[in-house]
C-alpha cells in the first residue's frame, strides 16, 4: 500500500515560496547624515550597483542634517543587513535604522 501526502512542501523544497514571501516583505532603511552633497548618491549607489530601483525615496535637510527615508522589496534579509552595513560605512553617514513591513498576499 503507497501513501500520497498532499501537505505543503516545505519552504526549503519549494525557491518559488521565497521569492514570494521575499516581494511580500518592505525594508525600510532610515539613514541620518551631515548635510552634504555626496550623501545622497553614496546611498543610491549601494542600491543601483545591484539593479535596484527603491520603491520610495524621501530626503530632508534640516540644518546641518540630512535625512533620508529608503523603501525597498524584493530583497532577502541578508542583502537588507548588507545594505545597512554599508549605509553605516559611508563617511558622514552618523545612524542608520532598519525596519520591515510584511504585506498579506
Same mark, same amino acid.
Request: glycine share 8%; proline share 5%.
Given at each position: 500500500?503507497? /501513501? #500520497?501526502?498532499?501537505?505543503? &512542501?516545505? *519552504?526549503?523544497?519549494?525557491?518559488? +515560496? &521565497?521569492? +514570494?514571501?521575499? &516581494? ?5 532603511? /532610515? !539613514? @541620518? ?5 555626496? =550623501? ?7 542600491? &543601483?550597483?545591484?539593479? %535596484? !530601483?527603491? @520603491?520610495?525615496? @524621501?530626503? *530632508? =535637510?534640516?540644518?546641518? !542634517?540630512?535625512?533620508?527615508? #529608503? @523603501?525597498? /522589496? ?8 548588507? %545594505? ?14 532598519? /525596519?520591515? +513591513?510584511?504585506?498579506?498576499?
Amino acid at each position: 500500500m503507497s /501513501s #500520497v501526502s498532499l501537505g505543503a &512542501a516545505p *519552504a526549503a523544497d519549494c525557491p518559488d +515560496r &521565497a521569492d +514570494r514571501d521575499a &516581494a511580500l516583505v518592505t525594508f525600510c532603511f /532610515s !539613514v @541620518q547624515a551631515v548635510a552634504e552633497p555626496g =550623501v545622497m548618491p553614496r546611498v543610491l549607489e549601494l542600491f &543601483a550597483k545591484r539593479g %535596484l !530601483v527603491p @520603491q520610495k525615496w @524621501q530626503s *530632508a =535637510v534640516s540644518g546641518t !542634517v540630512l535625512t533620508i527615508d #529608503v @523603501q525597498m /522589496s524584493g530583497l532577502g534579509r541578508e542583502t537588507a543587513d548588507y %545594505l545597512a552595513r554599508c549605509m553605516r560605512q559611508i563617511t558622514g553617514v552618523d545612524a542608520v535604522l532598519t /525596519s520591515e +513591513r510584511r504585506t498579506t498576499g
